[in-house]
């Protein structure tokens, strides 16, 4: 998995930036038009990246934050919203509007996103809804995934949702990759 590259943007088009590495690798990536704009061609930047593989090639998507990333990856994770829908959405909403729109369940605001209709727009803010959540204060994140199962296992078994958001966020950070089973392990274990 490529998770980040760093370069000098060569090249900028409507949806991708062209970036070249130090070592003379260029990736051309994906990203929203928002993004695009603020970067400037012949400068140095970090773009944290998520490699979708497909049957018929590989992408590339470029991010500016972690967040935007982990946005991305939960968009197109709903069933129906592709790579080019999700980067529709976080170009017509910046994560924090998202999040409003989501806590709202304003499918008027959702459906104004070229391609998104209100039925598509209710879908995906139900399927939204579940996935983020606040952990120590009122920065909001994302929860996808393995930690999302964990979260759900543990709510089942009767933890509270505030000490369960503390704990998994403390692991997430030093485990990033591990599965539900061994993050429910771990906050059993209180490690």
């Known amino acids: 998995m490529i998770e980040g590259v760093e370069g000098q943007i060569i090249k900028k088009s409507q949806n991708k930036i062209t970036i070249k590495t130090i070592s003379g690798i260029t990736f051309g990536i994906f990203s929203t038009i928002r993004n695009i704009r603020k970067l400037d061609i012949s400068k140095n930047y970090f773009i944290y990246t998520y490699l979708k593989v497909k049957e018929d090639g590989m992408s590339l998507y470029g991010f500016l934050s972690e967040q935007e990333k982990e946005a991305f990856k939960v968009l197109i994770g709903i069933n129906s919203v592709g790579p080019k829908t999700a980067l529709s959405i976080l170009d017509t909403f910046t994560f924090e509007k998202l999040l409003t729109i989501v806590q709202n369940e304003d499918i008027e605001a959702l459906s104004h996103v070229s391609g998104i209709g209100k039925k598509s727009a209710g879908r995906i803010i139900l399927e939204l809804s579940g996935k983020f959540v606040s952990i120590q204060g009122e920065t909001p994140v994302l929860v996808s995934g ?42 059993l274990k209180n490690e």
């Open 146 to 187: 393995e930690y999302e199962d964990a979260e759900t296992g543990l709510l089942s078994m009767g933890f509270e949702k505030s000490y369960i958001d503390k704990k998994l966020s403390e692991i997430e950070k030093k485990f990033p990759d591990l599965s539900a089973k061994e993050i429910i392990k771990k906050v």
